[in-house]
């Protein structure tokens, strides 16, 4: 009889038990039920050890296996946002939505501002009531989202972890587009504005702008990172002021908006001066002033096919977290940079 948990030793290739995570973790295994059943009362350097030494064991919660039944599903789905606010969102939940419904499932929406331990924390509250999550632009670790998808079917939206599903748009198909579009117009010289640094999806765009700059022979130089809002964008424009050259690719159309007009302020011109492309073609960039060219990912498709995906897996279907669903982009050119220019 073991001392520290009151249960014997587990037999070797049993499944792992409650007591095999307590005595792994250190602690009591009443808290280690804590962690999984209510988060909120478990500090979360605790949580942290309880789920690592689960993970390790491949532990399961008990939670997980009760969700085949169909009778005790719940037929809600978690959907958590990194910005609410963030228009490119809008699209992407509408699609979700309608996959959703048609299924008969409800979608509760969940804003993390940007936050991995706000995520983290909405995403464990939200796990005992719901049937699966659709995680969007995660900010949380790798570690932590495979935790996630071994308690509750899980999929994620712009971004890429392995061994869970996932829906993708083809960020190297539109930063290649945008290059070449800014090569042919005689721009030479690019500067890309990076949005956060937690962002997986703001290293796929810098990598694919700078393998098409090497492929074209353009300069491509980093600047940043910046917040991926408007304020964002102006800080971004800031830095451009202090070194100008002919382009500005950047990590979403929130800061190219941004950036657009705070260097109107300065009497800078786009695009004689500054061609600008932002990321997404969130409604409405043909009304700015000038209209904003953007690589267009379609954000409605990518919701849809994640909740359909999503819903396969509550039935029972097994998925392909080898390669994420790719979603394809275009570019969208606007008046920010169609326009010939000679770089001195």
Do not use: C
């Amino acid at each position: 009889m073991s001392a520290d948990s009151g249960e014997s030793p587990r037999t070797p290739g049993a499944a792992p038990t409650i007591y095999d995570v307590a005595r792994r973790a250190g602690v009591a295994p009443s808290t280690v039920s804590r962690t999984f059943a209510r988060p909120g009362r478990v500090s979360f350097d605790t949580a942290e050890r309880v789920r690592a030494a689960a993970e390790a064991l491949g532990y399961r919660t008990r939670s997980v296996a009760r969700t085949g039944g169909e009778g005790r599903r719940s037929n809600l789905i978690a959907l958590l946002l990194a910005d609410i606010s963030n228009p490119v969102f809008f699209e992407l939940i509408r699609g979700a939505e309608a996959a959703a419904t048609e299924a008969g499932y409800t979608v509760l929406l969940n804003h993390t501002r940007e936050s991995d331990q706000l995520e983290r924390s909405i995403a464990e509250r939200a796990l005992p009531l719901v049937d699966g999550v659709l995680l969007t632009s995660s900010r949380m670790s790798d570690s932590a989202i495979r935790m996630m998808a071994k308690q509750k079917p899980t999929v994620i939206v712009n971004r890429a972890v392995n061994g869970v599903a996932s829906v993708v748009a083809d960020n190297a198909r539109g930063m290649r587009r945008a290059a070449e579009h800014l090569a042919s117009s005689g721009r030479r010289t690019i500067m890309y504005a990076s949005g956060p640094e937690a962002s997986w999806s703001n290293g796929m765009r810098w990598r694919a702008l700078r393998e098409a700059g090497l492929e074209l022979e353009l300069k491509v130089y980093h600047a940043g990172p910046f917040e991926p809002t408007v304020k964002g964008g102006a800080l971004a424009a800031q830095r451009w002021l202090t070194h100008r050259v002919p382009a500005v690719v950047l990590y979403n159309d929130l800061m190219a908006m941004g950036f657009a007009h705070e260097l109107q302020k300065h009497h800078v011109r786009i695009p004689q001066d500054v061609a600008v492309v932002g990321f997404d073609n969130v409604q409405e960039l043909d009304l700015m002033n000038p209209p904003l060219s953007s690589v267009a990912a379609p954000m409605y498709t990518m919701g849809r096919t994640a909740v359909t995906n999503l819903l396969a897996m509550i039935r029972g279907a097994a998925h392909t977290a080898a390669k994420p669903v790719l979603v394809p982009t275009s570019l969208v050119v606007r008046t920010s940079s169609d326009l010939p220019f000679v770089e001195p």
